[in-house]
């Protein structure tokens, strides 16, 4: 079946651009994670989505940062004045439900580019 | 606050070789879960094995097994009989028990020569 699938693969945009990232779950996966890779910072956490439960937004590193995920399904990561140290891969995963013991199946990312 | 940590930036290992990769990690939870994900030059990252705390017996997906030590807090995965496939960015991550968010070490790249 299909995976997850994030657009655009890449994204260039100039400093002070709001962007919006796209990710599409496995169908019928209930939690959805967001996370960012950037050579600072390495591997980190951003939001996490369960069914209707409020997010876990503990990983946003500022209020530029917001995400919302629509009908349970589609969820979109919105950067606001983007500043170069923005930067980085972006990377959307989903899981059956939110248990940790139930996998995190990753989408390709988007590579973001702030010049 | 969880930490991993990944010492080794680097390894190499020759095909038909074993590597072991190494990780520790700091938490107080007694409820936790570890994996190791494969990150090829595609980006996608990929489960390689996972490992609940709970269990003693040391988890083993065909060719990759894991030596986890709860004691020491270590969690080191072995490659065997190695493949030119292998070669990747390899993560080890953290998960506690009560939430899904996980917290990813610095990364070893695997170079896997012939």
């Known amino acids: 079946g299909a995976g997850v699938s994030q657009s655009p693969s890449n994204k260039v945009t100039e400093k002070g651009k709001d962007v919006e990232l796209r990710c599409d779950p496995i169908?019928?996966?209930?939690?959805l994670y967001w996370y960012r890779q950037s050579l600072g910072q390495g591997l980190e956490f951003l939001i996490y989505?369960?069914?209707?439960?409020?997010?876990?937004k503990s990983g946003l590193p500022s209020d530029r940062f917001s995400a919302e995920r629509t009908g349970g399904s589609v969820s979109t990561l919105t950067i606001q004045r983007t500043q170069q140290e923005d930067s980085a891969v972006y990377l959307c995963a989903s899981s059956l439900n939110g248990a940790p013991s139930y996998e995190q199946y990753f989408g390709p990312g988007t590579r973001l580019t702030v010049t | 606050a969880q930490t991993v940590t990944q010492s080794q930036p680097e390894m190499s290992v020759q095909e038909a070789e074993t590597v072991t990769l190494s990780c520790t990690y700091d938490?107080?939870?007694?409820?936790?879960?570890l994996f190791w994900y494969k990150q090829p030059p595609s980006r996608q990252m990929i489960l390689v094995i996972r490992q609940e705390a709970y269990k003693q017996q040391n988890a083993t997906e065909n060719r990759f097994s894991v030596n986890f030590q709860k004691a020491a807090k270590s969690f080191s995965l072995k490659i065997s009989d190695s493949q030119l496939g292998d070669a990747a960015m390899y993560f080890c991550?953290?998960?506690?028990?009560?939430?899904?968010?996980?917290?990813f070490g610095t990364g070893t790249r695997l170079q896997v020569t012939l």
């Open positions: 169908s019928g996966h209930t939690a």
């Open positions: 991550a953290y998960s506690p028990g009560t939430a899904s968010k996980l917290t």
């Open positions: 989505f369960q069914g209707n439960s409020a997010p876990d």
């Open positions: 938490t107080s939870e007694s409820d936790y879960y």
